[in-house]
């Protein structure tokens, strides 16, 4: 997978997608890395920061979930499918 960026209008962190997660550099110079939630790959963003994941299996009939980065708390929320 192509790497994409994107820069969080909320905080001015520029976002940086793979598939095993994103990098985040911070304004104050700061770099930190968000592993993929476990057992999915990341594919691309969407809307604003919201990322899509495919799963290695199916979750409750999905293969792919829509995740949002929480950059303070380092992890990966799960929204809901992606259709």
């Known amino acids: 997978m192509t790497e994409a960026q994107r ?21 104050d110079g700061r770099h930190v890395f968000i592993a993929a ?4 790959s990341l594919s691309h963003f969407e809307a604003g920061i919201t990322v899509v994941g495919r799963g290695e299996a199916q ?3 999905w293969w792919d979930w829509h995740f949002e980065p ?14």
Not at 37 to 40: D, L, R, S, V
Not at 70 to 83: K, N
């Open 7 to 27: 820069t969080d209008p909320r905080t001015g962190s520029v976002l940086t997608l793979s598939s095993a997660g994103l990098a985040v550099t911070h304004p």
């Open 37 to 40: 939630p476990p057992g999915y």
């Open 70 to 83: 929480d950059l303070e708390a380092g992890v990966f929320r799960r929204l809901g499918p992606a259709y």
């Open 59 to 61: 979750h409750d009939g």
